[in-house]
């Protein structure tokens, strides 16, 4: 089914003309698309599962060893800060999909970061820039790995980034200016724009958990959605991002359906929306931002912070194409019940069984 007949079914519908969306995200009725029927889809849970935890999901004697080695360099890299430069930094939080447990074991296209928020106390918001924090970082790391490589360290746009290329995860330290006010808020600075937002790592990693307890493969639906980003090649097409509009798709049209059916759902809604609809959440309070972005996903911490903001419109066109054709090679192996069209949503490595 290509882009338009989806968009076509999507005008039908809200004109009442469609039979309503099932669970399983297919179209019922043969007069609402040209060419869409009713298939039986051939992969069970059992087998995406399989999937998720022998080949996505990171094992968990990795994510001990990555906690060890992460705390190590947290330790000494705080104790290094507050004995040369007096900065007082209150707290330290791990974030990300790390901490959300949505992170993909490490292989050669699926590589491991793990984000580490550094809270800065005692400094000026109106006078902070993300130079001065990020270099204080950056320059601290320098010296407690004076053995490694220059390419090992990297300046981010708002992380200071050092590399383990053997021996565990990369790690973005990122620094926030604590906000006294609001419990586990800061304010996080851009290098390129100079522009800060508002944030909020311990509600990020809650809001992944929320959706966890309404949905036990939401995880699961999340992996499965970053390794097609990957193998598709859609770099900005960020994890965060992947994460909410699987939460979106999820309050929408809710958890019924096999997980086949679910992840479907994702990559129909992507290629039907053109990722042209404003997706906020419960969380989102009062006040709003104006937005005038291609894509715009609130943040459910800040309902001032669009966490789509870096995606062109070229780029939103690119995504939305990729989960078209992802959407159609899935509904082929539908019918065909063939796992070789499966491999070209998630990569040669696809398998569901020993």
Request: with cysteine; aromatic share 10%; proline share 4%.
């Amino acid at each position: 089914m290509t882009l338009a007949a989806l968009q076509a079914y999507r005008r039908a519908r809200h004109h009442g003309a469609a039979t309503s969306l099932q669970a399983s995200g297919t179209v019922r009725s043969e007069e609402t698309c040209a060419g869409a029927r009713t298939v039986q889809m051939p992969l069970t849970n059992k087998q995406l599962r399989y999937y998720d935890s022998e080949v996505l999901r990171l094992p968990a004697e990795k994510r001990t060893e990555y906690h060890a080695q992460v705390d190590n360099l947290v330790a000494n890299l705080n104790k290094r800060i507050k004995e040369r430069t007096g900065v007082k930094i209150t707290k330290v939080v791990k974030a990300g999909s790390f901490a959300k447990y949505t992170i993909l074991r490490r292989t050669i296209e699926d590589p491991v970061d793990v984000d580490v928020v550094f809270y800065v106390c005692g400094r000026s918001v109106d006078q902070e820039t993300f130079e001065s924090l990020s270099e204080l970082i950056h320059d601290a790391l320098i010296g407690m790995y004076p053995t490694k490589e220059v390419e090992d360290f990297e300046l981010q746009r708002k992380a200071a980034k050092v590399s383990f290329r053997r021996s565990g995860p990369s790690v973005d330290a990122v620094p926030v200016i604590e906000d006294t006010s609001k419990q586990g808020y800061g304010w996080q600075y851009d290098s390129v724009d100079g522009s800060r937002v508002q944030t909020c790592a311990p509600c990020a990693v809650k809001f992944v958990r929320d959706r966890k307890s309404v949905d036990p493969d939401f995880r699961t639906l999340v992996r499965l959605a970053k390794r097609w980003r990957n193998f598709a090649e859609l770099d900005h097409l960020k994890s965060f991002v992947i994460e909410l509009i699987m939460a979106h798709v999820l309050a929408t049209y809710g958890r019924e359906g096999t997980v086949e059916e679910r992840f479907r759902r994702f990559l129909w809604y992507v290629a039907d929306s053109g990722l042209q609809e404003r997706i906020s959440f419960s969380e989102n309070k009062p006040p709003f931002g104006a937005f005038t972005d291609p894509v715009v996903i609130l943040d459910p911490a800040s309902s001032l912070n669009n966490v789509a903001s870096r995606i062109t419109d070229a780029e939103r066109a690119e995504i939305v194409a990729a989960a078209n054709d992802a959407w159609e090679a899935a509904h082929f192996a539908s019918a065909e019940d063939g796992l070789g069209e499966w491999k070209k949503i998630f990569g040669p490595g696809f398998k569901v069984e020993d």
